[in-house]
T-cell receptor, first 112, second 115 residues
Framework: LAKTTQPISMDSYEGQEVNITCSHN???????ITWYQQFPSQGPRFIIQ???TKVTNEVASLFIPADRKSSTLSLPRVSLSDTAVYYC?????????????FGKGTRLSVIA | DTGVSQDPRHKITKRGQNVTFRCDPI?????LYWYRQTLGQGPEFLTY????????KSRLLSDRFSAERPKGSFSTLEIQRTEQGDSAMYLC?????????????FGPGTRLLVL
């Protein structure tokens, strides 16, 4: 599985757009990218997932360049409730027995 | 609420006791995963079931850890002879096979404290 690297922490003010970039230089052809959000004392919550280009849902956007060696999670107009740890993961398509490998994630602190 | 439930949410036990945790996955999900998470770290994979078959268990931390999914629905994780180092959050996740991308949905976790 491709190793991921993301910043340990980020700070942002309320109302700003936050972009968290994850590098995965060794991503393979059949790998996809998933982002999770985790609040203290809760399980990770799925945010968004993609293979290439851009994916958008009601919560976030995911930008993946053509070489797929990195991805950027974009959170529009963050609020205090977006303070959490964000994990970038690479998973293998159609392979349930290849476990997800979580790093330490990016701790986002949103300031009023 | 993702639809994955875990019970209990909190467990305090004394060193040497056995503990058992239960996970109820989303009903149509055939895959079930157990993870452990310690403070400041991301979740660490422990084991995985597809239906009732345990397809990966080499990552279980020791032979004191065991998991079952007898009817392919709920699962239990047991820790025998608990040690203080077992104190952690134990997370369960479920997913549905047959899709090119697999999205795992996590439960709220069971926080274990071993005294």
């Amino acid at each position: 599985l491709a190793k991921t690297t993301q910043p340990i922490s980020m700070d942002s003010y309320e109302g700003q757009e936050v972009n968290i970039t994850c590098s995965h230089n060794n991503i393979a052809t059949n790998d996809y990218i998933t982002w999770y959000q985790q609040f203290p004392s809760q399980g990770p919550r799925f945010i968004i997932q993609g293979y290439k280009t851009k994916v958008t849902n009601e919560v976030a956007s995911l930008f993946i360049p053509a070489d797929r060696k990195s991805s950027t999670l974009s959170l529009p107009r963050v609020s205090l409730s977006d303070t959490a740890v964000y994990y970038c993961l690479v998973g293998v398509m159609n392979s349930g027995n290849t476990p997800l490998v979580f790093g330490k994630g990016t701790r986002l602190s949103v300031i009023a | 609420d993702t639809g994955v439930s875990q019970d209990p949410r909190h467990k305090i036990t004394k060193r040497g006791q056995n503990v058992t945790f239960r996970c109820d996955p989303i009903s149509e999900h055939n895959r079930l995963y157990w993870y452990r998470q310690t403070l400041g770290q991301g979740p660490e994979f422990l084991t995985y079931f597809q239906n009732e078959a345990q397809l990966e268990k080499s990552r279980l931390l020791s032979d004191r850890f065991s998991a079952e999914r007898p009817k392919g629905s709920f699962s239990t994780l047991e820790i025998q002879r608990t040690e203080q180092g077992d104190s952690a959050m134990y997370l369960c996740a479920s997913s549905r096979s047959g899709r090119w991308e697999e999205t795992q949905y996590f439960g709220p976790g069971t926080r274990l404290l071993v005294l």
